[in-house]
Each structure stands twice: as structure tokens, then as C-alpha cells.
């Protein structure tokens, strides 16, 4: 699929399945805005990209300087075609020891803030009557497992408002698709939140053995290609707990139930 002459707004665009995105929209002709808050990380990015390209680099949660930043957004090319919400950080503690301080970040940074961002660019693409939303979300937002209390409700969250958004606005011209990636191999699980709010420091077999950042985007632009609404981004074991929690849930919540007591065990 061209996405030659469009304009593509990529956030987290400094690393991981962001990264790949932005290079992949590039391959395929648009000119891609780049987001994320290590500047020196989104100039690599953008020298690694073939078309055009403009940084913006944001802290997602800065909810005063958004509005600006949109501005500068949609004035760069005098539009924006497609708003790709990535930016995230996930969570590896257990629900017992997790601090109320970081239930709020979690939420602050994978739900309110893309919610915020789509909030600022929904009014200019329905009045073009054209636009198209992309909110990287996770097989947590579809199962609640293990480590992920705070990280599986802010993708729920996520992809229910993404969701009843597309319910509002499909008939207007817009497209909402929400993407629900396994295990990729990035930096998701290093940067994971602990209980106590700091960052874990490593990374876990699950995500060291996922599928590659460039594969998970090749998969998404094929999705979108397709049309689909919701692409998932997963093979084997985590594919078929996505397929079980819609033929069987009963039975995937016992699997998940014996993690947490093998977890639990462990212990
Ligand atoms: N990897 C997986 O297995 C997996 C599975 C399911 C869903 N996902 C989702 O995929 C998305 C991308 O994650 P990834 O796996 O590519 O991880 P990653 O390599 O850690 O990338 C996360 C990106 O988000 C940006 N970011 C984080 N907090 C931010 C903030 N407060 N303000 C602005 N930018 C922020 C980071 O940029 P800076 O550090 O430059 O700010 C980085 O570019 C996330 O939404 C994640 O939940 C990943």
C-alpha cells in the first residue's frame, strides 16, 4: 500500500515497534513526524528514514504543551493523514505490590495521553472528513494476566475508547484500528515500571525471544491493508490465549490462574 503523499504521525518513534513504523511508513512514500523525548534517539531515526521527516519531540504527558506541538503538527505539511499512538511504557510487578502513584502513571502515559493527542487532531480531520487513527495497544488490553495489573486496565481502557471512537466517527470518514502486538522484541520490558515506580532495568525471555520490531510493523501495514479494524501482532502460545479468550474465556482464565500460582510459588 503508497502511503505516498500522506503524513504520518508516529509517537515513540525513538526505538522499538515506533521505531519500525516510522522507517516503514517512510519505505512506502509518506512523510513521517517523529515523537518520543530522546531527542539524539528520533535524529537516528530520522537519518534512517528515506523520505521526509520532522521531529517533534514531546513528553506525551505534557498535556499544556500538546495543543503547540499539534499546531506545529498539522503545520508543517498543512495536515495530518495519520495519528499512529505508540508511545507506551508497561509493567512488571504484581498487583500487592504496586503503589497507587504508579496505577496513575501507567494510565497517565498509555491511556490519557494518546487520548489527549487523538483529542487535539480529531477536529481538523472531521472536518476534512478524512483521517486515520493507529492506537498500539496489547494483547494485555484483550487478557489480564500476570505482572500487569496497571498495564492491562490502561489498555483496556485504550482500546475501548478506541473502540466507541470508531463506533462515533467511521461513518464520517474516519478509521480507527487498534493494534494488540505479543511479545516484540524492544526495549518495553527494561523500561517496565517495578512496584515502587522505578524503571525494572532488563529485559525478560518472553520479549527477548518475540518477533522482531520490523516484522510486528510489516504485519501492521499488511493489517491495515486489509482493512481490519484490529490487527493482532503474535504467534504461537500468546496467538492462541487471543483466540482462547474469545472461543473459551472460562478456560483461558484458568490458564491464567495457574501462572499466577506458578508465580506464586516461586516466589
Ligand atoms: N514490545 C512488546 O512486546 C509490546 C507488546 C504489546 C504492546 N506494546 C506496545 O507497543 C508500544 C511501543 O512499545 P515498544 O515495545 O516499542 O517499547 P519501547 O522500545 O520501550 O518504546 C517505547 C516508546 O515510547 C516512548 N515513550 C515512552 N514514554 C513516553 C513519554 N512519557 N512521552 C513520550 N514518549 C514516551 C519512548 O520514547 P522515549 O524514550 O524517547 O521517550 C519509546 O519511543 C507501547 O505502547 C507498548 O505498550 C509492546
Given at each position: 500500500m503508497s502511503y505516498s503523499g500522506k503524513i504520518v504521525w508516529v509517537t515513540g518513534a525513538s526505538s522499538g515497534i515506533?521505531?519500525?513504523?516510522?522507517?516503514?511508513?517512510s519505505d512506502q512514500g509518506?512523510?513521517?513526524?517523529?515523537?518520543?523525548?530522546?531527542?539524539?534517539?528520533?535524529?537516528?531515526?530520522?537519518?534512517?528514514?528515506?523520505?521526509?521527516?520532522?521531529?517533534?519531540?514531546?513528553?506525551?504527558?505534557?498535556?499544556?504543551?500538546?495543543?503547540?506541538?499539534?499546531?506545529?503538527?498539522?503545520?508543517?505539511?498543512?495536515?495530518?493523514?495519520v495519528l499512529v499512538n505508540n508511545a507506551g511504557i508497561s509493567q512488571r510487578s504484581l498487583g500487592k505490590d504496586t503503589k497507587f502513584e504508579v496505577y496513575r502513571e501507567l494510565m497517565e502515559v498509555d491511556f490519557f495521553a494518546p487520548l489527549r493527542?487523538?483529542?487535539?487532531?480529531?477536529?481538523?480531520m472531521l472536518a476534512r472528513g478524512e483521517g486515520h487513527f493507529i492506537n498500539i495497544a496489547s494483547?494485555?488490553?484483550?487478557?489480564?494476566?500476570?505482572?500487569?495489573?496497571?498495564?492491562?486496565?490502561?489498555?483496556?481502557?485504550?482500546?475501548?475508547?478506541?473502540?466507541?471512537?470508531?463506533?462515533?466517527?467511521?461513518?464520517?470518514?474516519?478509521?480507527?484500528?487498534?493494534?494488540t502486538p505479543g511479545f516484540v522484541r524492544t526495549n518495553i520490558a527494561t523500561h517496565a515500571r517495578s512496584g515502587d515506580g522505578s524503571e525494572r532495568g532488563r529485559s525478560d525471555e518472553d520479549i527477548d525471544s518475540g518477533i522482531?520490531?520490523?516484522?510486528?510493523?510489516?504485519?501492521?501495514?499488511?493489517?491495515?491493508?486489509?482493512?481490519?479494524?484490529?490487527?493482532?501482532?503474535?504467534?504461537?502460545?500468546?496467538?492462541?490465549?487471543?483466540?482462547?479468550k474469545s472461543i473459551d474465556p472460562e478456560r483461558l482464565f484458568d490458564v491464567m490462574a495457574a501462572q499466577g500460582a506458578m508465580m506464586a510459588a516461586r516466589e
Open positions: 515506533g521505531e519500525a513504523l516510522a522507517k516503514a511508513f509518506a512523510s513521517v513526524i517523529l515523537s518520543g523525548r530522546r531527542v539524539g534517539a528520533l535524529d537516528d531515526v530520522a537519518r534512517a528514514c528515506r523520505g521526509d521527516t520532522l521531529e517533534l519531540p514531546f513528553e506525551a504527558t505534557d498535556y499544556d504543551a500538546l495543543p503547540g506541538i499539534v499546531a506545529q503538527a498539522e503545520g508543517w505539511k498543512g495536515r495530518i493523514d493527542l487523538t483529542q487535539l487532531v480529531l477536529p481538523a494483547v494485555a488490553g484483550k487478557i489480564g494476566g500476570v505482572l500487569r495489573t496497571g498495564y492491562s486496565a490502561a489498555k483496556h481502557a485504550l482500546i475501548g475508547y478506541s473502540d466507541a471512537l470508531r463506533a462515533e466517527n467511521e461513518y464520517a470518514g474516519l478509521k480507527v484500528t487498534v493494534v522482531s520490531p520490523d516484522e510486528a510493523a510489516l504485519m501492521i501495514l499488511a493489517g491495515i491493508a486489509a482493512g481490519k479494524r484490529e490487527i493482532p501482532v503474535a504467534r504461537g502460545a500468546i496467538a492462541e490465549a487471543l483466540k482462547l
